[in-house]
Structures are given as structure tokens and as C-alpha cells.
């Protein structure tokens, strides 16, 4: 973290700075954050997916031994690119957690900032520290949503290339009966993917934390700018409390949500 984000934050106070700079800072650190996800989503497709293909294709490459050359060249190629890819995803992981801690000391100085200006024992200053607090949920329901969708692209990505690979293999043992071994390997791994991906529903706990996480940040636009339920409220105290009701509201629900797909897997 550089010299400037952590000036405000001194002796576990918050030395008190302008929104707009506030506003700025986040908004720079959120854009790295995002940029490097994204190349770190790319090395996990090259790691996973990639070096899988690869790996398949040097198994063709060793059971069709007339041709020792491709196969020696297939085998270098899968190690090196095992090797980098998994170099490059190690150092990006740490670089997207170093964004992600910047990020969070931003949010909480900026979070503590407001709070001590709200500081009393007021319920309306409670439901105020709450909706101050918010933003912070609300990103962590939609890490965990990107998560299990990421998930899920990767099971899905194993069992439809998977099947790809193994029905060419297949075809091709009929010529070559070396390759029969690595088709009924292949068959088992998509089998087993496909069955993980119904039992763990990935993409129904990303749609359900999505879906929250949307509906608690309009909560959250909509109580400052008295719009949707909130128009009908004249008191601040009677929209922040009705405020409070409703995330607690889309929490629960969430949660209710989350064990209903628990049990229509399990079967329970």
C-alpha cells in the first residue's frame, strides 16, 4: 500500500479526508483488483483446461509411438507449460490477495471515518453503522458468487471436453488398442465431474448470492435517496429502520435459500 493510503489511518484513528478522495482511491484500487482477477482467471483456463488438452494429447501422441519425435515433442511442451503456467498463477494469486488487502484497508479507514462522525447510542446512528457496513457484505456474497461460478465453468469445461476427447479416443481405439486404457480413464474423470457438478449445484448457490447481493446494494442506494419503499417515509428514523428490516429480510432469505438447495441434493 503506498504512502498516501495509509497516511490517514493513525494511531487506530482516521485522520479525516475529503469523500472524493476516498472515492478516487477505491475506485483505482477496485480497477487493478479486477484486472488482475481476470489474468488470473485466464492462467487457471491455461492451467486446468489447457494443460489437460495437452496432457491428452501427448497420450495420443506416446500410444502412437511410429512417430517418437511428436511424442517427445508433445511430453516437452506439456511439461514446460505445466511448469510456467503454474509459476505465473502462484506469483498472480498473491498479486490479486495484495490488491484485495489494499482494497479492504481503504474500504474499513473510509468505513471508520463515517462511523466516528455517527458516533452515539441513537438506534437511527445503529441503523446507520449497519448500512455503513453493508458494502462489505455485499462484496464478500459476490466473491463467493464469482467463486462457485468459477467452479462450476471448470467442472462444466472437464465434462464437455472431456467427452470431446474421449469419444475421439474411442473412435481411435479401434485402430490402436493402446489408447483404449486412457478413453475409459478419461470416461471415468468426466463421469465423476458431472456427478460432482449435479451434487455441489455451484451455479445455483452463485445465482442465489447474486441475486442478494443485488437486492441488498439497491437497499442500500435506495434508503439515501428515499426511492422505491423509502418514499413514503418523511422520518430518516422510520426509512433506516425499515431499511434494516428488509436486509435482514434478503439475509435471511438467502440463507433459507442456500439450505433448500442443501436438501434437494442430499435428497433430505
Known amino acids: 500500500m503506498d ?5 490517514g489511518i493513525v494511531g487506530g484513528g482516521v485522520v479525516a479526508a475529503p469523500p472524493q478522495d476516498w472515492e478516487r482511491r477505491i475506485a483505482e484500487r477496485s480497477e487493478r483488483l479486477y484486472r488482475a482477477r481476470v489474468v488470473r482467471r485466464l492462467l487457471i483456463l491455461w492451467v486446468l483446461p489447457g494443460n489437460a488438452l495437452l496432457a491428452a494429447l501427448s497420450a495420443v501422441a506416446l500410444a502412437l509411438w511410429a ?23 502462484y506469483g498472480q494469486h498473491f498479486k ?7 482494497l479492504r484497508a481503504l474500504e474499513f479507514a473510509q468505513r471508520e471515518q463515517l462511523l466516528e462522525e455517527l458516533e452515539s447510542g441513537d438506534p437511527l446512528v445503529a ?11 455485499i462484496d464478500r456474497y459476490r466473491v463467493e458468487a464469482r467463486h462457485d461460478r468459477l467452479k462450476d465453468n ?12 474421449a469419444a475421439t479416443t474411442t473412435a481411435m481405439s479401434v485402430a490402436v488398442a ?13 463421469a465423476l465431474s458431472a456427478a460432482f457438478a449435479g451434487y455441489a449445484q455451484y451455479r445455483e448457490r452463485s445465482a442465489v448470492l447474486r441475486q442478494t447481493a443485488d437486492g441488498l446494494e439497491r437497499e442500500y442506494e435506495s434508503v439515501e435517496l428515499r426511492a422505491g419503499r423509502y418514499r413514503r417515509f418523511d422520518s430518516e428514523r422510520d426509512a433506516y429502520a425499515e431499511f434494516a428490516d428488509a436486509v435482514e429480510a434478503l439475509r435471511a432469505e438467502r440463507a433459507a435459500r442456500l439450505r433448500s438447495t442443501v436438501l434437494d441434493t442430499t435428497g433430505l
Open 127 to 137: 441503523h446507520k453503522r449497519y448500512r455503513a457496513q453493508l458494502p462489505e457484505i
Open 3 to 7: 504512502r498516501m493510503d495509509t497516511a
Open 96 to 102: 490479486v490477495r495484495s490488491v484485495e488487502s489494499e
Open 67 to 89: 512417430y517418437p519425435l511428436i511424442a517427445a515433442v508433445a511430453c516437452a511442451l506439456l511439461i514446460a507449460s505445466i511448469a510456467t503456467s503454474g509459476k505465473l498463477l
Open 154 to 165: 471448470l467442472l462444466q469445461s472437464v465434462v464437455i471436453g472431456g467427452s470431446i476427447i
Open 178 to 190: 493402446d489408447v483404449r486404457w486412457f478413453s475409459a480413464v478419461l470416461c471415468l474423470v468426466v
